[in-house]
């Protein structure tokens, strides 16, 4: 979520069919689950990955890259890691009470404003 600046839900949701991790691309589709606004407005959303997004998902497909989703749930095929996994991970690394993965979004688009970037 930090290299990326996305929500939660466009990570929990990820599938690795919408990644060409060649070029360093995310295109989250417009009908992906857990996309906010009205249906009918959405539109496919393109997200440039650093290398180090890439790497980190290099590293992961061997683990679930046989499956559909980036990020599956271990005790239920055909689901997603929950929210709370989200946060669990955020309180792994230290950042529990302090961070949210809407909070990692939110610092991502004051920080690049800041630097002159929409």
Same mark, same amino acid.
Do not use: C
């Given at each position: 979520?930090?290299?990326?600046?996305?929500?939660?839900?466009?990570?929990?949701?990820?599938?690795?069919?919408?990644?060409?991790?060649?070029?360093?691309?995310?295109?989250?589709?417009?009908?992906? !689950?857990?996309?906010?606004?009205?249906?009918?407005?959405?539109?496919?959303?393109?997200?440039?990955?650093?290398?180090? %997004?890439?790497?980190?998902?290099?590293?992961?497909?061997?683990?679930?890259?046989?499956?559909?989703?980036?990020?599956?749930?271990?005790?239920? !095929?055909?689901?997603?890691?929950?929210?709370?996994? %989200?946060?669990?991970?955020?309180?792994?690394?230290?950042?529990?009470?302090?961070?949210?993965?809407?909070?990692?979004?939110?610092? %991502?688009?004051?920080?690049?404003?800041?630097?002159?970037?929409?």
């Amino acid at each position: 979520m930090m290299l990326a600046a996305t929500r939660t839900s466009e990570v929990r949701y990820s599938k690795w069919a919408d990644f060409d991790l060649d070029a360093g691309a995310w295109i989250v589709p417009a009908e992906q !689950t857990g996309r906010k606004g009205k249906s009918d407005k959405r539109r496919d959303h393109a997200v440039p990955l650093s290398v180090q %997004a890439v790497a980190i998902l290099r590293r992961l497909q061997p683990i679930t890259g046989e499956g559909e989703f980036v990020f599956p749930n271990r005790n239920t !095929t055909g689901q997603v890691i929950s929210e709370n996994t %989200a946060l669990k991970i955020i309180e792994a690394v230290g950042y529990g009470g302090k961070m949210t993965g809407h909070g990692l979004r939110s610092l %991502a688009r004051t920080v690049l404003g800041d630097m002159g970037h929409r």
